[in-house]
């Protein structure tokens, strides 16, 4: 049988490194930016790094593709930058999206290029293709098409139209392909049948540097407020400070196989979670948060989810299952994950049961921009201590391991991250990729604040499954609910 041989030329596999920026799937897409981010931070390979990321900079050929390689220079350290001359100078494609990420980069204010990317007002006379109105919210966020029309109608400017008609032309100049959904990285049957997946094909890139050009020329000709344009751009940055550096730890092993347990034996659920609960070993640390992506091999799509929450002595279930709600992280400035936790007022957590009322002992925190690149961590959500369960000034952390949340000038939390045979396919409605997450507290200050607001520790539990009858057919969700006192 033939072999075939490696290659051992660096500046061919950093090549390799560099194209992978351009796959499908974004969580390679952020695996191959930190892969080309440590190599610019070490000494020994960062000219040679450093000179492949800029002639790549020089050939992207699209506005986001600037973006998507200006990102990895966001996340260098300050003292490994190139001079931000030499950066301006080959990019050839500028938006102003890069010049925010610059700005954010280097501590300086300055290009303008990015003023004439675009390609003139759209005619009176064009008309959207039928692909760009089909697809507009399939390779790109809701949230784009959603701004564009919002601001439509507030100012009677033509931003969607403009949208369409910048989408066109880089079509026309890229001779870009009509791309439909990545069926090759699946099952076109299971696609049919409800899985989908996070993907990002070339088209997706069309479309957002059209989004950015749409903003040029709002900025430069309709009078368009230019930091409100780089709020709205933000929302196509691939990675956050503080997300980008996160690695995904193992499964915790304390679960054992005790969430498949509770699809195996369903007349255990109740003390099978209560034992899972108690195992966790730290007596120092309670777990508040839990999701669990139950083994493939004995639930295809499944997934456990477990919340702590505070109820008054005579709480009783209602017609409406206690949640954790979401709080909305503003970084569009820093770009950063590292920032004062958001407000969660106890006055809009409360959650009425038929009698009492139940507090969530945390809130997932939703970064914008949240980076797309991160949507595997997304979808399984960040679940942080509520501001109300944390005793003073609270701040939120990004570390290699974790995601930290600092308060009375200490480490009172933490929020960690495993992938359990990770696929980019996953049902749709409510369906999650195969990333877990858990969170733990300080023990003694999550009883304190029980104690303080008068209040016992319960648990929300929600078991979902997806299935089908025979190889071919509609998955069906299927879903489980109990809430329990300790």
């Given at each position: 049988?033939?072999?075939?041989?490696?290659?051992?030329?660096?500046?061919?596999a950093?090549?390799?490194?560099?194209n992978?920026?351009?796959?499908?799937?974004?969580?390679?897409?952020?695996k191959?930016?930190?892969?080309?981010?440590?190599?610019?931070e070490?000494?020994?390979?960062?000219?040679?790094?450093?000179?492949?990321l800029l002639?790549?900079?020089?050939?992207?050929?699209?506005?986001?593709?600037?973006?998507?390689?200006?990102?990895?220079?966001?996340?260098?350290?300050?003292?490994?930058?190139?001079?931000l001359?030499?950066?301006?100078?080959?990019?050839?494609?500028?938006?102003?999206l890069?010049?925010?990420?610059?700005?954010?980069?280097?501590?300086?204010?300055g290009?303008?290029?990015?003023?004439?990317?675009?390609?003139?007002?759209?005619?009176?006379?064009f008309?959207?293709?039928?692909?760009?109105?089909r697809?507009?919210?399939?390779?790109?966020?809701?949230?784009?098409?959603?701004?564009?029309?919002?601001?439509?109608?507030?100012?009677?400017?033509?931003?969607?139209?403009?949208?369409?008609?910048?989408?066109?032309?880089?079509?026309?100049?890229?001779?870009?392909?009509?791309?439909?959904?990545?069926?090759?990285?699946?099952?076109?049957?299971?696609?049919?049948d409800?899985?989908?997946?996070?993907?990002?094909?070339?088209?997706?890139?069309?479309?957002?540097?059209?989004?950015l050009?749409?903003?040029?020329?709002?900025?430069?000709?309709?009078?368009?407020?230019?930091?409100?344009?780089?709020?709205?751009?933000?929302?196509?940055?691939?990675?956050?400070?503080?997300?980008?550096?996160?690695?995904?730890?193992?499964?915790p092993?304390?679960?054992?196989?005790?969430?498949?347990?509770c699809?195996?034996?369903?007349?255990?659920?109740?003390?099978?979670?209560?034992?899972?609960i108690?195992?966790?070993?730290?007596?120092?640390?309670?777990?508040?948060?839990?999701?669990?992506?139950?083994?493939?091999?004995?639930?295809?799509?499944g997934?456990?989810?477990?919340?702590?929450?505070?109820?008054?002595?005579?709480?009783?279930?209602?017609s409406?299952?206690?949640?954790?709600?979401?709080?909305?992280?503003?970084?569009?400035?820093?770009?950063?994950?590292?920032q004062?936790?958001?407000?969660?007022?106890?006055e809009?957590?409360?959650?009425?049961?038929?009698?009492?009322?139940?507090?969530?002992?945390?809130?997932?925190?939703?970064p914008?921009?949240?980076?797309?690149?991160?949507?595997?961590l997304?979808?399984?959500g960040?679940?942080i201590?509520?501001?109300?369960?944390?005793?003073?000034?609270?701040?939120?952390?990004?570390?290699?391991?974790?995601?930290?949340?600092?308060s009375?000038?200490?480490?009172?939390?933490?929020t960690?991250?495993?992938?359990?045979?990770?696929?980019?396919?996953?049902?749709?409605?409510?369906?999650?990729?195969?990333c877990?997450?858990?969170?733990?507290?300080?023990?003694?200050?999550?009883?304190?604040?029980?104690?303080?607001?008068g209040?016992?520790?319960?648990?929300?539990?929600?078991?979902?499954?997806?299935?089908?009858?025979?190889?071919?057919?509609?998955?069906m969700?299927?879903?489980?609910?109990?809430?329990f006192?300790?």
């Open positions: 049988m033939a072999t075939i041989a490696l290659p051992t030329d660096r500046a061919l950093l090549e390799l490194l560099l992978r920026l351009l796959w499908p799937v974004p969580l390679a897409r952020w191959a930016a930190r892969g080309v981010r440590d190599l610019i070490n000494p020994e390979t960062r000219a040679a790094s450093t000179d492949a002639a790549a900079l020089e050939r992207a050929e699209l506005e986001s593709d600037v973006c998507t390689l200006l990102t990895i220079l966001l996340m260098v350290g300050k003292a490994a930058l190139p001079d001359a030499r950066v301006r100078e080959r990019i050839q494609h500028p938006s102003i890069a010049e925010v990420m610059l700005q954010a980069t280097y501590d300086e204010i290009g303008t290029a990015w003023w004439r990317a675009h390609s003139g007002p759209v005619s009176s006379t008309a959207p293709s039928s692909y760009f109105e697809h507009q919210t399939h390779h790109v966020p809701v949230v784009l098409s959603s701004n564009l029309a919002s601001l439509e109608r507030k100012s009677g400017l033509p931003f969607v139209r403009q949208w369409a008609y910048e989408w066109q032309q880089l079509c026309d100049r890229i001779k870009a392909e009509f791309t439909e959904y990545p069926y090759y990285f699946g099952d076109f049957g299971d696609v049919r409800g899985i989908i997946g996070q993907f990002s094909p070339r088209q997706s890139e069309v479309y957002r540097s059209a989004y050009r749409t903003f040029s020329i709002a900025v430069a000709e309709w009078g368009f407020e230019q930091r409100e344009a780089g709020f709205y751009v933000s929302e196509l940055l691939p990675s956050i400070r503080g997300l980008f550096e996160l690695d995904p730890l193992g499964r092993p304390w679960l054992k196989d005790s969430p498949e347990l699809v195996e034996d369903p007349d255990q659920f109740e003390s099978i979670l209560r034992a899972m108690a195992s966790q070993p730290d007596n120092d640390q309670a777990l508040v948060s839990l999701y669990v992506p139950l083994d493939a091999t004995v639930e295809r799509y997934a456990l989810r477990l919340s702590a929450h505070l109820v008054t002595t005579d709480f009783s279930l209602g409406e299952f206690p949640r954790e709600p979401t709080d909305i992280l503003l970084a569009h400035r820093s770009f950063a994950i590292d004062e936790r958001p407000d969660t007022p106890i809009t957590s409360l959650q009425a049961g038929q009698t009492g009322d139940a507090l969530p002992v945390c809130s997932a925190i939703f914008i921009p949240f980076g797309y690149w991160q949507a595997h997304h979808s399984a960040i679940p201590p509520a501001r109300y369960m944390l005793p003073g000034y609270a701040r939120v952390r990004g570390e290699r391991d974790r995601i930290a949340v600092d009375d000038h200490r480490e009172v939390a933490a960690r991250y495993w992938q359990d045979h990770w696929s980019p396919n996953y049902p749709r409605n409510e369906g999650h990729t195969r877990g997450t858990w969170t733990l507290m300080e023990r003694q200050l999550l009883e304190s604040q029980a104690s303080v607001l209040r016992k520790i319960a648990w929300s539990a929600r078991l979902q499954t997806w299935r089908r009858e025979k190889d071919y057919g509609e998955f969700h299927a879903e489980r609910s109990l809430f006192m300790m």
